[in-house]
């Protein structure tokens, strides 16, 4: 695991995270994965479409996640 990653659900981020934070984990998360801290002109696409998605699916994620005995801020 890439520990430049934080957890980012509660209790442990005590309020929702942000975008910004989804964001760079997500990043994060690619760099390790694909090996680049920062990709090639002629992969900077699909290395920018990969942490788009993961971000997207993140925040799912951390949407749809019930952590029992966590006051979890509803959206409205």
């Not at 990043?27 to 090996?35: H, I, T």
Request: overall charge positive.
């Amino acid at each position: 695991m890439c520990r430049s990653i934080k957890t980012l659900r509660p209790p442990v981020l005590p309020e929702e995270a942000t975008e910004e934070e989804i964001r760079a984990a997500a990043l994060q998360y690619v760099r390790k994965v694909s090996g680049f801290r920062a990709p090639a002109a002629h992969n900077q696409e699909v290395f920018d479409r990969a942490v788009d998605e993961i971000a997207r699916a993140t925040a799912a994620l951390l949407d749809g996640l019930e952590v029992r005995g966590a006051a979890r801020p509803r959206a409205t």
